[in-house]
């Protein structure tokens, strides 16, 4: 089997406060661009995992990351020997080892079906795994994990992802938001709570990592009609209604600045 892992953005981050429990309450609209990493699974005696792809050299321990950890916890019979091409950037804010896990969750659902109860499993391995186990748009409240359906009025919208390259942990960035509600995330059509909305860690990733306002800066005049941070950074992603026009963007920021990465795609 075969599964992309979809990058995943956030149309629209609202921080609303800290918890308790040391998480923070959000309101988010979850979207999911076409392309992403590739897992590609075979079967065999026992699981094992091969970590291949211009990013699989960035992570620390390749057999205690989400894959790793969501092929233990889910049972399929035989052993499976899993492929991961790291196409995607680590720290991101794309949902990278969340959006490997919901692969695998999506590939054990075909073969064997997934237990009772994955729902949970899903939530335990990270915030962002059961929005990436439906790799479409949602929405997520709580820590992100309690999903709604979200509108899909943007299904094929042209998208251009950028990154610094320079990674950029969740940790620091959720812990420099200044505590301050500034409002729910607006209701309506997935543009519309996209044009609206706001990513209330764009401030506290900016201050921890600048680079994210230049990449913000030559997403901006390109024409697009949205440019945001996603998640806690330091991806950058540009919404265009013109294909055309993100291919221009794309090659003009990949002439301007050749040592950022970038991804162009569609919105699913």
Same mark, same amino acid.
């Given at each position: ?20 429990? $040391?998480?923070? #309450?959000? *309101? ?8 992403? &990493? =590739? ?6 005696? %026992? ?37 991961? *091409? ?21 590939? =054990? ?10 729902? %949970? ?6 915030? &962002? ?14 820590? $992100?994990? *309690?999903? #709604? ?16 390259? =320079? ?10 938001? &200044?505590?301050? &509600?500034?409002?729910?995330?607006? *209701?309506?059509?997935?543009? #519309? ?37 996603? $998640?806690? $950074? ?11 026009? %993100? ?22």
């Amino acid at each position: 089997m075969i599964e992309t892992a979809y990058a995943k953005i956030n149309l629209a981050l609202h921080v609303r406060r800290r918890r308790e429990d $040391g998480y923070h #309450e959000l *309101e988010t609209l979850f979207a999911f661009v076409d392309a992403g &990493d =590739v897992l590609a699974a075979a079967p065999a005696e %026992r699981d094992s995992l091969h970590v291949v792809g211009e990013f699989g050299g960035t992570l620390d321990d390749p057999f205690d990351n989400l894959v790793a950890r969501a092929l233990n916890g889910l049972p399929r019979g035989a052993g499976w020997r899993v492929t991961l *091409e790291k196409n995607l950037p680590v720290a991101a804010g794309l949902g990278g080892g969340s959006a490997d896990a919901g692969a695998v969750f999506r590939m =054990v659902g075909r073969a064997a079906g997934l237990p009772e109860g994955w729902e %949970r499993f899903a939530a335990s391995l990270g915030a &962002d795994v059961p929005a990436c186990v439906a790799s479409r748009t949602v929405v997520g409240r709580g820590t $992100g994990t *309690e999903l #709604e359906t979200g509108p899909d009025d943007l299904a094929g919208t042209a998208v251009l992802l950028v990154n610094p390259r =320079v990674p950029l942990a969740t940790g620091p960035v959720f812990r420099g938001w &200044d505590g301050i &509600d500034r409002g729910a995330m607006p *209701e309506g059509t997935a543009r #519309e709570i996209a044009l609206h909305g706001r990513n209330d860690l764009e401030a506290p990733a900016l201050a921890l990592c600048p680079v994210v306002g230049e990449v913000l800066g030559a997403l901006c005049g390109t024409g697009a009609w949205l440019v945001r941070m996603s $998640g806690s $950074g330091a991806t950058c992603f540009a919404l265009y209604d013109d294909a055309g026009l %993100r291919d221009a963007a794309a090659a003009a920021i990949g002439a301007a600045r050749p040592e950022w990465w970038q991804l162009a795609g569609a919105l699913r």
